[in-house]
């Protein structure tokens, strides 16, 4: 279908030809001693009956598309068809000249009319190589967007799988180092570890969950791990009620808490803390803050490995440059901080 047509703008294309049926009803007038009023009645129609003719070269244009290896043969083609339709214009402004029997010479305007038939035709084939090439670029956009956002998928997809075999192997190491220690706390973190996997099967399939729902497995995850520490991990909470139903991409906290415990907790001696705080942007994004205490003596594991990577390529891959990730130590405490635009489901 012509795009215009598809478009419903086909009454503003027909409103175009109006100042074409002034300047044919001036030649008439001018040339052919016709009333204003007669030289509307031959060009309205006229101008009605070519202005569909010209729609036609659409199709003419994609049968031939614009390349410079066939500029001789394009111009050909058009110019022979612009000739064509311009003696069909012309013809048909004799019959209606007789038809309505309006008096004076049609004679001395036909050439005027013939060459004004040439010039609109082609000038409807620039017209039409110009729609022609916006679509295809549209087209090109509309394909590049939906590879990019096929790729994003797809290494979200990757980096997802990654995340629960990490946690797995971490808690396992610490069920492990508790067997032969205390092995009622193993069996206790066994159970707990059974149901922190059982309520993150159905992540895997979504692209975002609410704030509370991630915070809700990052307390089971820590809990988990809390069997292991005891007193020596402290989790602490300061969520805005606001920021709870802002979506964010499940398991995007658990390689943090789980950097917190691996980097921090383990390390110490005396009783530390993970703190999760939340707050509301000035631009209706959240601020998500996860903070663990740590001994700045003992040597530095790297921080910019698997943890810190997955999550800075989650948030790459669904928001693109609008959220970010800030990390560092500071006073006795290493300070994760995630920025996160706004959600237009947030407030639903």
């Known amino acids: ?65 614009l390349r410079r290896e066939q500029l001789p043969r394009l111009l050909i083609s058009h110019l022979g068809s612009a000739v064509g339709v311009g003696g069909l214009w012309t013809a048909l402004a004799k019959g209606l000249f007789v038809l309505f029997a309006l008096g004076g010479s049609i004679n001395a305007v036909l050439p005027s009319i013939f060459g004004m038939g040439i010039v609109l035709y082609l000038l409807a084939v620039s017209v039409h190589y110009v729609l022609i090439a916006v679509e295809a670029s549209q087209e090109a956009q509309a394909r590049e967007a939906e ?9 979200l997809r990757a980096i997802k799988a990654q995340i629960n075999p990490h946690f797995l192997f971490n808690s396992l190491h610490s069920i492990s180092a508790l067997t032969s220690i205390d092995g009622a706390k193993a069996r206790e973190m066994c159970v707990l570890l059974s149901g ?3 309520s993150t099967l159905g992540l895997g399939e979504k692209p975002a969950i609410p704030l509370e729902e991630e915070l809700a497995l990052a307390r089971s995850y820590l809990a988990i791990e809390k069997v292991r520490f005891g007193a020596r991990l402290q989790v602490e909470e300061a969520v805005a009620p606001e920021c709870v139903r802002h979506l964010v991409p499940p398991l995007l906290l658990q390689p943090l808490v789980e950097n917190a415990v691996l980097h921090g907790i383990a390390n110490l001696i005396e009783p530390g803390f993970i703190r999760i705080s939340a707050r509301r942007n000035s631009d209706e994004g959240v601020t998500i803050t996860v903070e663990n205490s740590f001994d700045a003596e003992v040597p530095a594991k ?36 995630l920025r996160l635009p706004a959600d237009e489901d947030a407030n639903r």
Not at 147 to 155: N, Q, V
């Open 302 to 337: 790297n921080r910019s490995g698997f943890g810190l990577a997955s999550v800075r390529k989650r948030l790459q891959a669904r928001y693109g440059g609008d959220a970010t990730l800030g990390a560092g130590p500071g006073e006795g405490t290493y300070r994760v901080e």
């Open 147 to 155: 590879a990019r956002l096929l790729a994003g998928e797809a290494e």
């Open 1 to 65: 279908m012509h795009p215009i047509v598809r478009s419903g703008k086909l009454w503003l294309y027909l409103v175009s030809w109006v100042p074409v049926v002034y300047a044919l009803s001036l030649i008439l007038v001018e040339q052919s001693r016709l009333s204003w009023l007669a030289g509307i009645t031959v060009s309205g129609p006229l101008c009605l009956v070519y202005a569909f003719i010209c729609l036609s070269s659409w199709y003419v244009c994609l049968g031939l598309p």
């Open 196 to 198: 922190f996997l059982r």
